[in-house]
């Protein structure tokens, strides 16, 4: 998924390898990617979520929709979706798998992981379950020394005619070191003292009941987390930029819990097949945090409701199939957001496509960023939803048998974007002054002959600041790119056997020029060159049951920037074995 391994996803690294992690779609804000595992939205009270260290065990697939879904998934889903789907279980006799492995790198990066996992059942219960662990040294003098550990449940009934129950739990738990500062990796000290924790939990019991052209389906949700942060005093500092050092203790537990009734029927308007989906839905997030600093501490406690509605109809009228939909949700505090959102798509032959999709999302001000409670940042309780309109058209063919190509323009206008600016001397303050626009053009190819497979994407992505009110113009100059928004990323990947038991895969990825800022959050505005890597790995099927296999990256050991003062991974090797009964 990263460096555009799917169109239109970025994972943006640019504290380095092994730092924070988080992805965009279509050059957009980080907290416009909304994140769901089995449909539970998991972004931190609504907005960031860190993917460092995650290693998603049991995890059978990644979906992965871009631009507006708000009309769908109401806050947050301003630029896309990202979801993780648990491998369901299955008919038949218990279907056990384990998998070890371990590597190193050029530099420092030693690495281990293992899993094992079970799944089986009835007709009438089918079960999924596993736990993995993983460690990762990091590449830094300082290690980042990554712990995760994660569990997993699944369970699938069917208790009766047209009824289906699923219940679906996922604990995932992570330590680490952070060595980089916001000021790079070589112009100031690494930290010895930095560290992070961060335990989540995901809970889901959903039912739907089908009879006939009708569907019913309930579903009660909650997600939890703990974070806690650490750092001590050090004694660095540097005449040219601000290096925090001093004492800091930061605990934040976070809770949302949904409940949502959707609906559906199938039958026909005006003689042509269609499907309406209509529901409702109500959540509330909660927060709690604790902050201890050099000189005080203070605490902070929030909770806040949301309701909504939605409805959307699907028709097919001869060879279009054309969507309506819309949204409308109420968090409190701010005002109602309506949501609509249209496509269409026309099969103009058996072998070509073409649709075109119009969409408004809207993200919500973060709890912490609206009431925070610290004497660093001022609250500001007028804040408003971020908001966008998105246009896009595409097309899909069928070149030859067994290549297709896939083509999208896409154009996305932001308004009311929420900044971080100076309110005196010492204090900073949340306000909506940021309008933006983002437009590109993603291309993605999938070709097959034989026995072997391809798969390649490339993705050009320009942005542009609109407004820099109130903004620091050597950050946001007029017209120039957001920061942290490569304007090109591109991959392919060769799947091919080489014999009944070996294969090989091949990946190559391009990221290009982008913009990104000297101190991470702040600071110049600098140019990182553009960069390509290459990787493969090799699977060899020992016996009937146990496969090896050898995964090398960056196999060039190209040397290369993921952020300013940060580099990229070094070549890095891991051996490991799958078995599976």
Not at 54 to 82: Q, W
Not at 118 to 140: H, T, V
Request: charged share 20%; hydrophobic share 40%.
């Amino acid at each position: 998924m990263g460096g555009g391994r799917v169109p239109g996803a970025y994972i943006d690294v640019s504290n380095g390898p092994g730092g924070p992690s988080i992805v965009r779609l279509r050059g957009g804000e980080e907290v416009f990617s909304l994140i769901l595992m089995d449909g539970v939205q998991v972004n931190q009270t609504g907005g960031f979520f860190d993917f460092q260290g995650l290693a998603l065990t049991n995890v059978e697939r990644i979906e992965v929709s871009r631009g507006p879904a708000s009309a769908l998934y109401g806050s947050s889903a301003v630029n896309g979706v990202v979801q993780f789907i648990t491998r369901p279980g299955h008919s038949g006799p218990a279907q056990l798998r384990a998998e070890l492995s371990g590597g190193g790198a050029t530099e420092n990066g030693g690495a281990a992981q293992g899993m094992v996992a079970a799944a089986g059942g009835g007709p009438r219960l089918r079960y999924s379950g596993a736990l993995g662990a993983s460690y990762e040294r990091g590449i830094f003098a300082v290690p980042h020394d990554i712990a995760e550990k994660e569990a997993s449940l699944r369970l699938d009934a069917a208790p009766g005619a047209g009824l289906a129950v699923e219940f679906i739990s996922r604990f995932m738990s992570l330590d680490a070191n952070l060595p980089v500062r916001d000021g790079g990796a070589t112009r100031v000290p690494l930290d010895p003292n930095a560290n992070n924790s961060r335990d989540r939990w995901v809970g889901l019991t959903r039912a739907t009941w089908r009879r006939g052209a009708w569907s019913h389906r309930v579903s009660a949700a909650q997600f939890r987390q703990e974070f806690v942060y650490r750092d001590s005093a050090d004694g660095v500092s540097h005449p040219d930029f601000f290096v925090f050092d001093g004492n800091l203790f930061f605990r934040e537990r976070g809770s949302r819990t949904t409940l949502e009734y959707q609906g559906g029927a199938d039958g026909t308007l005006g003689g042509a097949p269609a499907t309406l989906v209509f529901g409702a839905q109500w959540e509330r997030e909660k927060l709690i945090q604790h902050v201890t600093f050099d000189g005080g501490s203070s605490a902070l406690t929030l909770a806040r409701p949301a309701s909504a509605g939605f409805g959307e109809t699907r028709v097919t009228l001869g060879r279009v199939h054309a969507l309506l939909g819309a949204r409308v949700e109420q968090v409190r505090g701010l005002a109602a957001e309506f949501s609509p959102r249209a496509n269409a798509v026309v099969a103009v032959s058996a072998g070509l496509s073409l649709r075109v999709a119009l969409g408004r999302a809207y993200k919500a001000p973060n709890l912490q960023t609206q009431y925070p409670n610290n004497p660093f940042i001022v609250g500001n309780p007028d804040l408003r939803a971020e908001t966008s309109w998105s246009l896009e058209l595409g097309a899909r063919a069928r070149m030859l048998p067994g290549l297709f190509v896939e083509a999208s323009w896409f154009r996305q206008d932001y308004d009311d974007l929420i900044r971080t600016v100076q309110y005196d001397s010492a204090r900073q303050i949340n306000r909506n002054i940021g309008t933006a626009r983002a437009h590109g053009v993603e291309l993605d190819l999938t070709a097959s002959v034989g026995a072997a497979r391809l798969e390649a994407n490339a993705v050009y992505v320009r942005t542009a600041v609109l407004d820099t009110t109130g903004l620091n113009p050597n950050e946001y100059p007029l017209g120039k790119d957001l920061p942290f928004r490569p304007a090109v990323t591109a991959s392919a990947a060769l799947f091919t056997p080489l014999t009944a038991r070996l294969e090989l895969a091949v990946r190559g990825s391009l990221v290009g020029q982008q913009v990104v800022l000297s101190e991470r959050f702040s600071g110049r505005r600098v140019l990182l060159d553009p960069y390509a890597l290459l990787g493969a790995t090799v699977n060899y099927q020992a016996t009937r049951g146990i496969t090896t296999f050898l995964k090398v990256e960056n196999l060039l050991d190209h040397r290369y920037e993921s952020g300013f003062d940060r580099p990229g991974i070094p070549l890095t090797a891991t051996i490991g074995m799958r078995w599976a009964n």
